[in-house]
């Protein structure tokens, strides 16, 4: 059986640079080890592990809409990923608590990671 295809955004391409520079900057994670995981993350993407769908205005207009319930605690970059989820028909894995519970009570598929 074939493995799911991955699929990312350019969204997921900077908060991935920004996490592991948050990792560097608080001790973490040494700056050759972020660099590493740059370098695989882009020979990834080059050798075709995922599949890159772009982020279109129609994603902006649902995050919106969910923030605007004024019922979640949606934050701006987390409500972005589940529209492009919730859209492409994929299921969006994290391992923040808060983002998987968002995407659970707006019917988003998720899958949390836990350590």
Avoid: C, K
């Avoid at 991955?6 to 948050?22: C, D, K, N, Q, T």
């Avoid at 019922?71 to 894995?93: F, K, N, Q």
Wanted: net charge positive; aromatic share 6%; hydrophobic share 50%.
């Amino acid at each position: 059986m074939r493995a799911p295809q991955l699929v990312i955004s350019a969204l997921v391409e900077v908060e991935f640079a920004s996490a592991l520079g948050r990792r560097v900057r608080v001790g973490d994670l040494n700056a050759a080890s972020a660099r590493a995981a740059l370098t695989q993350f882009h020979a990834h993407q080059s050798e075709g592990f995922y599949r890159l769908i772009p982020i279109e205005r129609s994603h902006f207009d649902r995050a919106r809409r969910w923030i605007e319930t004024l019922r979640t605690p949606l934050r701006t970059l987390d409500a972005l990923h589940l529209a492009l989820a919730a859209d492409s028909g994929s299921v969006l894995i994290t391992a923040d608590v808060r983002l998987a519970r968002a995407a659970s009570s707006l019917r988003v598929r998720r899958r949390l990671l836990r350590a």
